[in-house]
């Protein structure tokens, strides 16, 4: 029972799922209201990989 706390305490596959989801969405909305800063954060991520 100890482990099933544990477990309660961290996020669900429901919850990792929905949180990508937004996550996606509030980065597409910064996107298009900040294009310059956008840019430079996807030349900064493509160099990364």
């Given at each position: 029972?100890?482990e ?30 900040d ?15």
């Amino acid at each position: 029972e100890g482990e099933k706390a544990i477990e309660d305490l961290y996020f669900t596959k429901e919850d990792q799922r929905l949180m990508a989801k937004l996550l996606v969405k509030v980065k597409e909305q910064s996107d298009i209201a900040d294009k310059h800063a956008a840019e430079g954060v996807k030349a900064a991520e493509m160099s990364a990989l």
